[in-house]
């Protein structure tokens, strides 16, 4: 799969990660940051699916 068909990391470069292990710029967790590049587009969308609901707990 070509570089452009890959699902795109959520990174906003601000790296730092919280007491619970989870990046207060990206939510993903450390290790779902470690193993972004060997996961597949669907593995990836799975992730982006945590982030979405780790990041609409961090705004309530």
Known sequence: MSV????????????????????????RSGDEIMSWMQLNNDERREVLRLVAERE????I
Do not use: D, F, T
């Open 56 to 59: 609409k707990k961090a705004l």
């Open 4 to 27: 452009a068909n890959k699902v795109r990391s959520p990174c906003v470069s601000i790296c730092a990660l919280n007491e619970e292990g989870v990046c207060i710029g990206c939510h």
